[in-house]
């Protein structure tokens, strides 16, 4: 079963594209003022991959959502190693 599914046009069992996902999320951060050069569906998927795991969801339970065959490809897209506050660097407190 789809986790999104279109409002308009012909109902089918088929979920919305990652480009129909990507026009929605794109329509409310116009409204929004966010401006989204360089982002495109795969970051869309990076960012709820990184949401997931970062409030605890199980990694495979993450990889049945996003319908990977591999789970290392769940590491890919996890983005928490490249925040800068779980750098070593920004802990190093300086005298």
């Not at 929004?32 to 970062?54: K, P």
């Not at 339970?61 to 925040?83: C, F, M, P, T």
Request: hydrophobic share 40%; with cysteine.
């Amino acid at each position: 079963m789809p986790l999104f599914i279109p409002l308009r046009g012909k109902l089918t069992s088929a979920g919305i594209t990652a480009n129909g996902i990507y026009t929605v999320v794109a329509a409310y951060a116009k409204k929004a003022g966010i401006e989204l050069d360089g982002l495109g569906v795969h970051g869309l998927r990076a960012i709820a991959d990184t949401n997931a795991l970062e409030h605890e969801a199980d990694i495979a339970k993450v990889q049945a959502w996003l319908g990977h065959s591999n789970i290392s490809i769940i590491k890919i897209y996890d983005r928490r190693e490249n925040w800068p506050e779980d750098s070593p660097t920004f802990k190093v407190k300086y005298c």
